[in-house]
């Protein structure tokens, strides 16, 4: 192993056997005794151990003996749900674990910064957090951020174990787990992993993502208590009145606590806990990983997106297209170098030279590619010269300039390239000459063409000025870059606008080219741009006045886009912004949806963010959109079932004391309903694809609640049809059947069929959805395990004893299926009117819009 070709694929294995992962002891999670105990701690099932008392009180131990049978049957199905959710969101902490660039067989990979291993070889960039302690062969211009670790928030400077001096005190050429790169670049070999790095030995603990309560969740726990309370109070009166007025007080007891589980919706809560884990396990199998797991209750929320050019929209996979040099323009690729001559040499060379060798920058990689193509043979490319020093790109100038010493010459040569304005300013030139530049710049920027000003000087002395302006720099020419659209954006952001959702491309490029790329791309460019210095000019007022319009912002600084995306916070609109370096942290952080280009980003930027896109392109991001979208609409539908679904349930438990009847529902009944219920919520509905005209509605209020009155319109509409249904089957069942138990085998039956006509009414609320639907795996098996345990409980002698039902002859099985067809109508022509009229020319009724500021 060696600095140049890094440790082999097998030693970087039997190391990582035997020192173990680069990672510290996670955060505690629920094991399965913990997450067991958190199930069965939960009201409903306090409720049945209640009821199970009882029977035993009543010395009906058969009838106690089954209601525990199922009450172990539903603690398994809810421990199921809690783990499979548990299980998508420890896969998420996976992928978010810190990464590294390292030499593996002589080629930098990237890898997951768990699997480094002592003796790695580590290449670091501005904006990387340090993976682990790690030793550094070379430095330039580096420093680190080690506030974690020291408190001290003044960035240290680093330098190479060769440069530092032997009597200088602190670790300089070390850098330390956990800390931050500000500035520079550098290649270290590891030293110490995991718990035996300097962050592992105080302890410190690098947890995985933050499992934030979101504000639906919040406003469904308030909820949830409300109803309880309520239900607990109406609970005690009709315990009450049931003993006052038949003198049974074991009676009124079990009735009572009969109907405080019908009351209390306990689905809720699992619902959006399966719901958003899953949504986000989802989004990572599109290789979006959510970070935070509120972004995706917001994601259907957005009105505005906030991308970067390069890498977003384009390919991020630059070309050198053009040279003008002396006002001659050479075509590369067109022509064979003989046609050209050499005249186009010395740009090409001093832009190499005031590249990095070993580049990661995708223009300087591009830069190297050509120089190694056109320049090769000629003495224009120079293996041998030595890098003395570099200057890097700043906020206040955008250039970058290197300092090499030939092996043959005292002087020092100094070579740099940035935009071609900083150039110009470098160089001293007079404003004619300018002009001419900056007109051929236009020229070649109008074409999409990325340009890059090159300049270059001899220096004499050793001792370097402190800044890039105190060098005398002459004007070489300009390198034009080209990084193509790539071919789905034009599709995705037609997809975005018929969504109502406006896409704003921010660029540090020149305004030329911004404009020619916003054009190929698909966007509206009426509006004209807006540059960063024109930016700085603006008040408050005059910028939101020209977001009305402006859709491309061009030569924009990192720092720009925390105003912009302030301004458009400020207009009322919900904002998703893409960025990947170490300046685009606060516009991330200020953005409702911080999205982090995962590829090629930094590691600030991915910890500042909401989402981190896996795959660096633009139909990621409108993937997310998409899946925003189906996890509200999906909620939704999930939570008129439940409303609906629980109406009948209270009814029949408060009805038989209103008209004198006995107990129709029973424990064991309301838990053989949560056979049905609770997988319906949890995996049908989640399961529902998003609705063929949703991309196509404008975005929904960010201030939407989930229990709105449109929802409960249609939950109490639902639910009052399969009442009035299952009520109309217990008075025929009983005249017909001949007693109570008759009519209570015709109600159970409705109520369980009701049920399933009560999913399919409400897994699409699109006028679409009278035609095919897709396929629902999981409704499918509902289906079949409720009419498999209907069919037990209905046919089988001692199974229908426990439940108090008769054997119902033909008669009564067609009044029950009659009676849920038409409940299944009923809720189908409630879904038309309160939703489908209005689909798809107004979606206020099941899709909350909002309105343009």
């Known amino acids: 192993m060696d600095a140049l070709t890094g440790l082999s694929s097998p030693e970087a294995e039997v190391r990582l056997q035997r020192d173990g992962p680069n990672e510290l002891p996670a955060a505690s999670r629920s094991g399965t005794a913990q997450l067991l105990l958190e199930v069965v701690r939960e009201p409903m099932f306090l409720l049945l151990v209640a009821c199970g008392v009882i029977y035993l009180a009543l010395g009906d131990r058969q009838e106690a003996l089954m209601l525990l049978g199922f009450v172990g049957v539903v603690i398994a199905m809810t421990f199921v749900q809690k783990r499979r959710s548990q299980a998508a969101l420890d896969a998420l902490r996976d992928l978010s674990s810190p990464r590294a660039l390292v030499l593996r067989d002589g080629a930098a990979v990237r890898i997951p910064g768990k699997d480094l291993v002592v003796g790695d070889i580590v290449l670091m960039a501005e904006g990387d957090r340090v993976p682990a302690d790690i030793e550094l062969l070379e430095a330039n211009y580096l420093t680190v951020d080690e506030s974690l670790l020291t408190g001290e928030s003044q960035p240290v400077l680093k330098q190479a174990l060769e440069a530092v001096d032997a009597g200088a005190a602190g670790p300089q050429h070390l850098c330390f787990s956990g800390s931050l790169v500000t500035q520079g670049t550098a290649q270290g070999r590891v030293v110490a992993t995991g718990p035996r790095s300097a962050l592992g030995r105080i302890g410190a603990s690098l947890g995985g993502i933050a499992l934030d309560e979101t504000p639906i969740q919040r406003e469904t726990a308030q909820i949830v208590r409300r109803v309880a309370m309520a239900g607990a109070s109406i609970a005690l009166l009709l315990s009450v009145g049931w003993a006052l007025s038949r003198g049974d007080w074991l009676g009124g007891l079990l009735a009572g606590l009969t109907l405080a589980m019908a009351i209390l919706p306990e689905e809720l809560p699992v619902v959006l806990t399966i719901f958003l884990g899953l949504g986000a396990w989802r989004l990572s199998r599109e290789r979006v990983l959510t970070r935070r797991i509120p972004a995706v209750e917001l994601l259907g929320a957005t009105t505005v997106l906030c991308v970067d050019k390069t890498g977003t929209l384009t390919r991020n996979q630059m070309e050198v297209r053009r040279l003008w040099v002396d006002g001659a323009a050479f075509e590369l690729g067109e022509q064979p170098v003989t046609a050209m001559g050499h005249a186009f040499h010395p740009v090409l060379e001093y832009a190499v030279l005031s590249s990095h060798r070993r580049a990661f920058d995708p223009m300087e990689s591009a830069i190297g590619v050509a120089g190694r193509h056109w320049l090769q043979g000629s003495e224009h490319l120079h293996a041998d010269w030595t890098l003395v020093s570099d200057y890097p790109l700043s906020r206040e100038l955008l250039a970058m300039s290197r300092v090499w010493r030939s092996p043959d010459r005292r002087e020092l040569l100094v070579a740099a390239k940035g935009a071609p304005e900083a150039i110009a300013d470098l160089c001293h030139l007079p404003p004619e000459q300018q002009q001419h530049i900056a007109a051929q710049v236009a020229a070649l920027a109008a074409g999409g063409l990325r340009v890059l000003g090159v300049a270059r000087t001899m220096f004499a002395t050793e001792s370097l000025p402190a800044i890039q302006h105190d060098f005398d720099f002459e004007f070489v020419g300009l390198v034009a870059l080209q990084d193509p659209v790539r071919a789905d954006v034009p599709a995705a952001i037609n997809d975005c606008h018929a969504a109502g959702i406006r896409v704003a491309m921010i660029t540090g490029d020149h305004p030329a080219t911004a404009l020619a790329i916003a054009r190929h791309a698909g966007l509206n460019v009426d509006g004209g741009h807006l540059t960063g210095s024109e930016l700085d000019a603006l008040d408050d007022t005059a910028l939101a006045e020209r977001l009305r319009d402006t859709q491309v912002f061009c030569r924009v600084r990192p720092e720009q886009k925390l105003r912009l995306v302030q301004a458009f916070r400020a207009r009322g609109d919900v904002v998703a912004m893409t960025g990947d370096g170490v300046n685009d942290a606060p516009a991330l952080k200020a953005a409702h949806i911080g999205v ?148 209570r085998t015709v109600a159970f039956a409705v109520l369980v069929l009701g049920n399933l006509g009560l999913i399919q009414a409400n897994r699409s609320w699109a006028a679409s959805a009278s035609g095919p639907r897709e396929v629902n795996t999981a409704f499918r098996w509902i289906v079949l395990g409720a009419g498999a345990l209907l069919a037990l409980a209905l046919g089988v002698p001692q199974v229908a004893a426990l439940f108090k039902f008769t054997a119902p002859p033909a008669t009564l099985l067609a009044l029950s299926a009659a009676l849920a067809l038409t409940t299944w109508g009923w809720c189908t022509a409630a879904v038309a009117l309160l939703h489908r009229r209005t689909w798809p020319q107004s979606s206020s009724s099941w899709w909350p819009t909002r309105r343009s500021p």
Request: glycine share 12%; aromatic share 6%.
């Open 596 to 743: 982090a280009m995962g590829g090629r980003g930094t590691d600030v930027a991915r910890e500042a963010a909401d989402l981190v896109l896996l795959k660096d392109d633009f139909g990621s991001l409108v993937t997310t959109i998409r899946y925003g979208r189906r996890v509200f609409a999906n909620l939704r539908k999930a939570i008129t079932f439940v409303f609906a679904a629980h109406l009948p349930i209270i009814g029949l438990a408060l009805a038989p004391l209103l008209m004198g009847w006995p107990l129709i529902l029973m424990p064991a009944h309301i838990l053989f309903l949560q056979l049905v219920i609770d997988p319906a919520c949890s995996i049908v509905f989640e399961a529902e694809a998003l609705e063929p005209g949703a991309m196509r509605q404008p975005p929904r209020r960010p201030e939407a609640r989930l229990f709105d009155a449109a929802l409960v319109r249609l939950g109490v509409l639902q639910g009052l049809g399969l009442l009035v249904a299952v009520l109309a089957g217990y008075v025929l069942g009983e005249r017909l059947g001949g007693g109570a138990d008759a009519g």
